[in-house]
């Protein structure tokens, strides 16, 4: 009874300044568990522990909680002792943060692995997923570690289950709000990582999340000892007497068209049987009256999600009912925020602000409270903001509030004690960046940003705060008067920006008051947002540093109901809220929201939405104002509000700066790969134009193919062997060439080409030099088979005479072209010039040493050698090799064994593609005529049929039965420069 004296002492207006002197003392709180303590502070601490706790010391209550228990544990003198300045007094803890790994839910998930790994029960390891063709991180765009290692308060690994978490998450908010302390809980996390499946639950029995459960749990717990709810709770601590609405449950909508909407959407689970057994001794001498709200904060705007919805067909063209397309208006205003009055709880240094005109409804069993949230959730979705298949996209927020009486004192208001927990589903903490969202989504996922920032925002400020504090307590002592005045360091705190959002408004509270708060991390680690749930983590470890005043609600201390009772009054003349209401805003906030209601039908909904009435906010703030302060703290605001949103700005005009970046890079990756794969394209088509008209050339020469020719090859040298195994690979490279393409580009190639030309130049020169020879009979005995060397043939002596002397002329002009071609990136014409040259050396073999030596001259700066080397012949070999088995390949097809006697002739082919060459044996004629050339070996011919050309060429078996009479014949002669050559002497 003592401890209830004091208890009512405390509404007493003799207590208020001991109130006061507490107020600096919780603030000091810290500084007596750090610091030996001043002269004063066992005092203070002694009367505030007193005044603070005065029903928990009544409690008989068996279960008791950890924060209950530790005060116990750690008395006011004890405590004193400990000088750390950050570690915290054990009135505070730090805010639990508590980590949920969402389990894998099939292939549709974008990763396989997760890329978090629980290493121990408190902390995880996350790890960037690797792309596994590029083995570079995955998803990542910033700058985030690719690693990193995170603590919380526990891990709870994928496989845990609902029950489990309730119980080490929630169960001791829900003891300590049946003792009177307040509690909040929230869930933060992207989209799809399970915040609603963790807070409202699943479709299957057994998965009813923490808010069923704290129902149950509850109900399980209060069972006999409910009150006649003959008061109700107002505003965050005031109580006055309730009336008879607030037994009136919310309902669902009256209007026909609505409720066929609502009724479609309202569907029932296997958990809606699910029932939490747990049960929490309490103290049996009070009764308990619970009370329930359910409030959405959406587009920084405060809804009542238990207000009835009505159609409103005023003011707006009648549409048609029950159609496809059904057309309903509904409106609904917000909800404005007024500051708690100080007489409502006379401990708080600062109050918090509640939710004026917010609906409450007194529930009486845990089954009443559980419909009353699910009609809250199918308004959440009649309103849009909690979309079928998408993300949250307000942040929901159950508020219970008990209300407990000493069963002794039913009557007297003044020693009812309010207590609240509340718990927070907030909406998905992704970046508009990867939502790609416009026009009202935008806004939308600006302001979800913004809350959650600005949450962030105001733990951040705490905890230095707190640092602040906890240092220039741990310094008390240092002052000139051996004492530290901490109203000093407590002027330099940065204000916590809890006013930039609704969120933080709304929850201040908790984090200024007494109350514990606990933060559930929910990770779904197969999902593509790693940057975000980085960014969630690091959150989370933000949130463990902050500190909060554990401590029981205060007991209601006003005297009389009255103030509580006119606001009452205020607020109910706020209700309903209706578009008659005399402070509607004048730019109403439209929006569009489509249901899909099975497979067929949907229904489309506008949706009007009021800003809260301001004009008479002031009315309720009973806080002494100071216009300066006033003044100079809007103009705080507004600064805060303007950097927000440039930092906003900011990170949205630098995600669509990178996502332009890279566009454009992209966008240029692939123009460079056209450029050079068209180069390419374009330098194979020139090598092969190129290679063309070298073997044109070589045909218009007359050096392929023709038996007649072959018997020029007096002097056959390793050189026509090269040539010819170079024809033969050209050939073999184009015989996949189109057969339609081939003769229009050979022809056109032989036209155009200027080394075609060239050679055009050279060989008729070349031609007249080898008539004017001694062997200019034997060069006249050619008999070409091709038109271009009859052509040659043809040539009159005089034209002959004439380019021969034109070539002695060009030889110094070619010189200096075959010099620059020596650098051009055709490296390989030299070889087949020189090639060419060698070609032409037989012919010039019997012709005359002048003869030889010019055209030799001509030919061989291009080379930039004058012979071929052992090493390019040695080079050279594997083609001759690849030829011979071509060649082989060839008879074994044909079935027609290559007696290196015969003449072997190509014949023309009709498609390249068929690959088929086919030998034929020269004819009889030929072969006769071979023979009664005495002079010269008879060179068996094979007659391939040239692709391009269309001319025959000779074949290795024929240069090398060649080669050896010539070597044969060079033994005897000793003179012959074309064996030098051949021989590399
Ligand atoms: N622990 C779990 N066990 C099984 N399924 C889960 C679990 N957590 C989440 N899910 C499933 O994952 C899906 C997404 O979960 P949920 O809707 O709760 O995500 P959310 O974070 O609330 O998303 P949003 O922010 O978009 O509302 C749901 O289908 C849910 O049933």
Request: aromatic share 4%; net charge negative; proline share 6%.
């Amino acid at each position: 009874m003592a401890t209830r004296a004091s208890a009512r002492n405390n509404k007493t207006p003799s207590i208020i300044p001991a109130t006061q002197t507490t107020r600096s003392t919780r603030t000091k709180a810290p500084a007596s568990s750090k610091t030996p303590p001043p002269t004063a502070a066992p005092a203070t601490t002694k009367r505030t522990t007193a005044t603070r706790k005065p029903l928990s010391s009544r409690s008989n209550s068996t279960v008791v909680s950890d924060g209950a228990s530790k005060a116990k544990a750690k008395p006011a003198s004890t405590r004193k002792n400990a000088k750390t300045p950050t570690i915290p007094d054990s009135d505070r803890e730090p805010i639990m943060a508590y980590l949920r790994i969402r389990p894998h839910l099939g292939e549709d998930e974008p990763i396989s692995v997760p890329y978090l790994t629980p290493l121990s029960d408190t902390s995880v390891r996350m790890t960037e997923p690797q792309d596994n063709a590029t083995n570079k991180a995955r998803f990542r765009t910033s700058t985030i570690s690719g690693s990193s290692l995170y603590t919380f308060s526990h891990v709870f690994p994928p496989e845990t289950t609902q029950f489990d978490f309730f119980s080490k998450t929630t169960l001791p908010l829900v003891r300590d709000v049946l003792q009177g302390q307040n509690g909040l809980l929230f869930t933060y996390g992207v989209t799809n990582s399970g915040k609603t499946y963790t807070v409202q639950g699943g479709n299957t029995r057994g998965s009813a999340g923490i808010l069923p459960r704290t129902l149950d749990v509850i109900f399980n717990s209060i069972e006999g000892l409910q009150g006649d709810g003959k008061y109700r709770p107002v505003r965050l601590y005031g109580i006055e007497p309730a009336d008879d609405s607030d037994t009136d449950l919310p309902q669902m909508s009256t209007e026909p068209g609505l409720a066929e909407v609502l009724g479609q959407l309202d569907s029932s689970s296997e958990s809606d049987s699910d029932m939490d057994p747990t049960t929490i001794k309490v103290d049996r001498n009070y009764e308990y009256t619970v009370w329930l709200s359910y409030v959405e904060v959406y587009n920084e705007k405060i809804y009542d999600l238990l207000d009835s919805v009505k159609d409103e067909p005023s003011g707006r063209q009648p549409t048609p009912r029950a159609t496809a397309d059904p057309k309903f208006l509904l409106m609904r205003k917000a909800l404005p925020l007024r500051p708690s009055p100080a007489a409502d709880n006379c401990d708080a240094e600062v109050n918090g602000k509640y939710i004026s005109g917010l609906r409450q409804f007194r529930i009486t069993s845990a089954a009443q409270a559980k419909s009353i949230v699910k009609l809250g959730q199918l308004h959440r979705r009649v309103f849009g903001t909690l979309a079928n298949h998408q993300s949250s996209r307000s942040h929901g927020m159950v508020i219970i509030k008990i209300v407990r009486g000493h069963r002794g004192e039913k009557d007297d208001p003044t020693s009812l004690q309010v207590s609240r927990l509340t718990l927070v589903d907030l909406a998905g903490s992704e970046r508009t960046k990867h939502t790609h969202t416009t026009g009202d989504r935008l806004k939308e996922a600006g302001n979800i940003n913004k809350s959650l920032m600005v949450l962030g925002q105001c733990m951040e400020v705490m905890r230095s705060n707190q640092k602040k504090l906890a240092l220039s307590l741990a310094h008390e002592g240092s002052g000139k008067d051996g004492r530290m005045d901490t109203r000093d360091v407590r002027t330099t705190l940065a204000v916590i920006p809890f006013r930039h959002s609704k969120l933080t408004e709304c929850l201040m509270d908790y984090f200024i008051g007494e109350g514990r708060a606990v933060m559930i991390v929910n990770v779904n680690p197969y999902d593509t947002g790693y940057d975000e749930n980085s960014h969630v983590m690091k959150f989370s470890a933000l949130a463990r540093e902050v500190y909060i005043t554990h401590a029981p609600a205060p007991v209601h201390k006003v005297p009389s109901i009255g103030p509580g009772k006119l606001q009452g009054q205020k607020l109910k003349d706020l209700n309903p809220i209706t578009m008659n209401d005399p402070a509607v805003n004048p730019n109403p906030f439209r929006r569009k929201v489509t249901i899909t209601m099975g497979k067929k039908s949907e229904a489309v909904l506008e949706v009007v939405e009021e800003d809260e009435p301001q004009e008479d906010l002031e009315d309720f703030d009973d806080e002494p104002s100071n216009p300066l302060i006033d003044a100079l703290f809007d103009e705080v605001e507004d600064l805060r509000m303007k950097l927000f949103e440039a930092e906003m700005r900011c990170a949205i005009i630098e995600a669509e700066t990178r996502e332009e970046v890279m566009r454009e890079m992209e966008d240029r990756m692939r123009l460079m790969e056209d450029k050079y794969s068209r180069r390419l394209m374009s330098e194979l088509e020139q090598n092969e134009l190129k290679t063309d008209a070298k073997i044109d050339m070589l045909h218009k020469a007359g050096l392929f193919g023709s038996p007649m020719k072959q018997q020029q090859y007096t002097a056959p040298t390793f050189s026509d062997e090269e040539e010819d195994d170079e024809a033969a690979d050209v050939e073999m490279s184009l015989i996949n060439q189109d057969d339609d393409d081939e003769a229009g580009d050979d022809e056109e190639m032989s036209l155009s080409s200027p080394l075609a030309e060239k050679f055009t130049k050279k060989s008729k020169p070349a031609r007249a030099t080898a008539k004017n020879t001694p062997s200019k009979q034997a060069t006249k005995d050619l008999s070409l088979e091709d038109d271009d060397d009859t052509e040659m043939e043809d040539l009159t002596e005089e034209e002959e005479e004439d380019a021969d002397n034109e070539l002695l002329d060009l030889e110094a002009e070619e010189e200096e072209e075959d010099e620059e071609e020596e650098d051009d990136e055709y490296v390989d014409d030299d070889d087949d010039d020189d090639d060419y040259e060698e070609e032409r050396m037989p012919t010039k073999t019997s012709s005359s040493k002048s003869t030889r030596s010019s055209i030799g001259k001509s030919k061989a700066p291009a080379s930039g050698k004058q012979e071929p080397t052992q090493d390019s012949k040695k080079s050279k070999q594997p083609r001759v090799s690849r030829i011979e088995r071509d060649l082989k390949e060839l008879s074994i097809k044909d079935k027609a064994p290559i007696d290196p006697d015969d003449s072997i002739t190509v014949l023309p082919k009709k498609s390249k593609k068929t690959k088929k060459i086919v030998i034929d044996s020269d004819s009889e004629e030929e072969r006769q005529k071979d023979e009664d050339d005495d002079e010269v070996p008879t060179i068996p011919v094979v007659k391939k049929k040239r692709q391009l050309g269309k001319k025959p060429i000779m074949t290795m078996d024929h240069i090398e039965r060649v080669t050896w009479e010539v070597e044969k014949k060079a033994a005897n002669t000793q003179g012959s420069r074309a064996v030098r050559r051949l021989t590399g002497n």
